[in-house]
């Protein structure tokens, strides 16, 4: 049973515009969130976490948004430029250093 | 949706050990599988990528010997931890794709290798 879910296998945007990349997952139990960013015959390069203390996390142009209640969060790439086009995953721990699930990746595309 | 099995999820063995993790694909035919090691700091590195019926492609660092990886089918893959020691010590973890490229990875659920 997967875990950590990306349902949207690709995204595709303007040069400029908002980059919203989502992810959902059902272990309650995990504490620790993390987007990582993969370029072809690469490993996957971590960009941005956040806990579960908080619901927002920034770091330049890149915000990641964390519903509990929902089990959701979000990564904003803004303003999103043709060198953001990659593949993002999603991950998910129990605590941070813990082992991590994945979710299967959102292929963003964007466009000049 | 897509599902990657790894196996097994976690493994306690003494040191000279050789371990052996195995990842499937369970519904579709994985080209290409990628075995990673994850350090601390959420830091994953890629140890070597697999293609179905050729050597293994390892990075910079990673011992050939050390680390094995066969590739012997569309949906196996193994690598097996040879003469492992307790700096071995760590979680793997696998991912497959139908593709190369931008295609998606699906990851398995890792494997707990702790060498006493």
């Known amino acids: 049973d997967q875990q950590v879910k990306q349902n949207s296998p690709s995204l595709s945007v303007q040069e400029g515009r908002i980059s919203i990349l989502n992810c959902d997952y059902t272990n309650s139990m995990f504490d620790y969130f993390l987007w990582y960013k993969k370029y072809p015959a690469e490993g996957p390069t971590f960009l941005i976490s956040i806990s579960s203390i908080k619901d927002k996390n920034e770091d330049g142009r890149f915000t990641v948004f964390l519903n509990k209640s929902a089990k959701h969060l979000s990564l904003h790439i803004v303003p999103s430029q043709p060198g953001d086009s990659a593949v993002y995953f999603c991950?998910?721990?129990?605590?941070?250093?813990?082992?991590?699930?994945f979710g299967a990746g959102t292929r963003l595309t964007v466009k000049p | 949706g897509a599902v990657v099995s790894q196996h097994p999820s976690w493994v306690i063995c003494k040191s000279g050990t050789s371990v052996k993790i195995e990842c499937r694909s369970l519904d579709f035919q994985a080209t290409t599988m990628f075995w990673y090691r994850q350090f601390p700091k959420q830091s994953l590195m890629l140890m070597a990528t697999?293609?179905?019926?050729?050597?293994?492609?390892?990075e910079q660092g990673v011992e050939k010997d050390k680390f094995l990886i066969n590739h012997a089918s569309l949906t196996l893959s193994t690598l097996t931890v040879t003469s492992a020691h307790p700096e071995d010590s760590s979680f793997y973890i696998c991912s497959a794709s139908p593709g190369t490229g931008m295609q998606p990875q699906h990851f398995g659920d890792g494997t707990r290798l702790s060498i006493l």
């Open positions: 697999s293609n179905e019926g050729s050597k293994a492609t390892y």
């Open positions: 991950a998910a721990s129990a605590r941070y250093g813990d082992d991590m699930r």
